[in-house]
């Protein structure tokens, strides 16, 4: 019976070597994450976007800019329906109209030409900045710059818990 419970103890004693050996890698790899990542360069471009946005992303800035895309809807529509009663008004057809418009306004002529997809580029725009307003202001409360040291300094807490483990003897 004495055979067995040394046995046991033993096992108990390398399993514990085995448990502080995890523990030790595992902070060494806590420790090496921010480096192999490339976290102290991407933490300081994601604080600096972060501070970049923080004007803009607003409710009070959202709600305007969606106010702004219903007037652009609406200038969509009279556009619409001014082009064919301007080229009539002008004795031409609209296509008349349309080629003088080219002619001497290219950059008009190719923003009527792009409006309904810019409408649907902007309103996408508008949509995912509206659904993200929140989520961007909580994100905004991270401290991004130091993210990376929370890596390594919780990495090395680990590792030396770990190597205290491993050097503190066992209780018999």
């Given amino acids: 019976m004495h055979i067995l419970i040394c046995i046991i103890k033993e096992a108990a004693m390398g399993a514990n ?8 890698v595992v902070g060494l790899l806590l420790i090496i994450m ?8 991407r933490a300081s471009a994601g604080a600096d976007m972060m501070a970049d946005f923080e004007p803009v992303l607003t409710r009070e800035n959202v709600d305007t800019f969606q106010v702004h895309m219903q007037t652009f809807a609406g200038m969509q529509e009279d556009m619409n329906k001014m082009l064919p009663a ?7 057809t609209e296509d008349q109209l349309n080629q003088m418009i080219g002619d001497q306004f290219p950059q008009l ?9 810019m409408g649907q580029d902007f309103n996408m725009v508008v949509t995912v900045m509206d659904n993200n307003v929140e ?7 991270l401290p991004m710059r130091n993210m990376p040291w929370y890596f390594i300094i919780a990495g090395a807490v680990v590792v030396a818990l770990g ?3 491993l050097f503190v003897p066992a209780k018999k």
Wanted: a neutral charge; glycine letters at 8%; charged letters at 20%.
């Fill in 17 to 24: 070597k085995i448990l502080s050996i995890i523990i030790i």
């Fill in 34 to 41: 921010p480096f192999g990542y490339q976290m102290f360069d």
């Fill in 86 to 92: 301007f080229a009539q008004a002008m004795g031409m």
């Fill in 109 to 117: 002529a190719k923003g009527m030409q792009e409006m309904d997809r």
């Fill in 135 to 141: 989520n961007f202001q909580k994100a905004n409360e």
């Fill in 163 to 165: 190597t205290a483990q």
